[in-house]
């Protein structure tokens, strides 16, 4: 092609795919040549021939513009999600991606979502502190940001914990930009590109994330829906193969939504210690919880340090400003080394306004009216999904946090329905998403967060009308 054909045809292919939208402007003739370093002639002869094709128009004095095509589907702009490409290989982060992609695509029913509804919290009141603490600070710099972090919010934290019942050392804590950054450096300092590291099954995909990431293999243990991880089983896979660290989710734990019981949080801590191999605790559910007692942790049975122990206000406060934090026991040197060496600082000002509401406002006010929303949701949900969905499915009994664990007949393919209802907009979270073995291809993980409405449950009764036509689909096979 010509210069000019090949100017047209890329100008062509951005309008197609959404970069540029009907009624936007679009580059001058001038800039188009400066940029492209093309004659203004080759400009002008690729813009007449997109005007020729309908593609664009001319307006006097302005310029030219992305014209509107009666009778042609609208591009959809870069923020929606790509199509879905089904595949029996998963990819675990790719899938990931794509799922969180169409939760925000043309007004999606967010089962699929793994956070929360941020309606309930209060996040225009934390706005209004940072508002505040930025025109009373009127000079930042990078030392005001330098691990650990915030005085006063690493005040607040341990504050928090001894509240419900863990007596931390402030110097152990560790600010970081929301509980996944903490779990990536805890998992940084205790393990090696190469190294085994033992997970629960299904586990959470972050954690599967941070150990593909590092060149890790994950080994997943069997878990129970209720009690957790099989400490048995556990046991023995140590016996077998050298394990360099174990990552959990003790409470709430993300699908299943159990809360191990406090006996076996002992017992596992006490098998760790006996090898030496230390624990990654994902605890940031661990406010969410149903019953009337906070549940303890992991950290509390940890006598040698060995307990990495990972949490965040992004699933009870506010998830806008991403903080969390790590209370890493004897690896605290090495892991506040690493955040400084991984992204510096974590910013100042979202830590200030987290830390003047939690001593200023009513935290404990806000997350009993939370709790006991989910504890209500859930049942519903649960109730729901018994209702609609085939009589052989199965869901999770969760004892705090928002998502619920649905068991599809053998024969259903979570990835298919997943496909299906996203062209309902209907959005899942398809189990293969939880395993590295393309485990649980017939479970899916729904979020209960959101207020029940009718479109909700319009969404779960067309969810169980598709399982039962893949379901009977899958037994003419």
Known sequence: MTLYQTLAAEIQGLIERGVMLAGEKIPSVRQTSQHRKVSITTVIRAYLQLESQGLIESRPQSGYFVRARSGVAAAVPLSHAPPIVLSSEVDVSRLVLNTLRSIRANGAVPLGSPYPDPAPFPWPRINQYASSLARRHTQWTVLDDLPPGNPELIRQIARRHLDNGLAVDPGEIIVTVGATEAINLCLQAVARPGDTIAVESPTYYAMLHAIERMGMRALEVPTDARTGIDIDA???????????????????????????????????????????????????????????????????????????????????????????????????????????????????????????????????????????????????????VKRFFPAACRVSEPRGGYVLWVELPKQVDAMRLYALALEQHITVGPGTMFSARNSYSNFIRLNYSYPWTTEVEAAIRTLGKLVAQLAQAGEGR
Not at 238 to 256: D, H, K, R, S
Not at 265 to 294: C, M, Q, S, T, W
Not at 352 to 365: C, F, K, R, S
Request: hydrophobic residues 40%; glycine residues 6%; charged residues 20%.
């Open 234 to 384: 556990l046991a023995r896979l140590i016996g077998e193969q050298p394990i360099a660290a174990c990552m959990v989710m003790p409470n709430f734990q993300n699908p299943l939504g159990f809360q191990m019981p406090d006996e076996r949080k002992r017992a596992l801590v006490e098998l760790l210690a006996r090898h030496e191999i230390p624990v990654i605790e994902n605890d940031v559910y661990n406010e969410l919880y149903f019953g009337d007692a906070h549940p303890g942790a992991l950290k509390n049975y940890d006598s040698k340090g060995l307990v990495l122990h990972c949490a965040s206000f992004s699933k009870s406060l506010t998830a806008a400003y991403r903080i969390g934090w790590a209370l890493p026991g004897r690896y605290t040197a090495q892991v506040e080394k690493l955040k400084f060496l991984n992204t510096l600082t974590t910013a100042s000002l979202p830590q200030m306004a987290i830390a003047e509401y939690l001593q200023n406002d009513g935290y404990d006010y806000h997350l009993r009216k939370v709790r006991k929303l989910y504890a209500q949701q859930a049942a519903i949900m649960a109730s729901a």
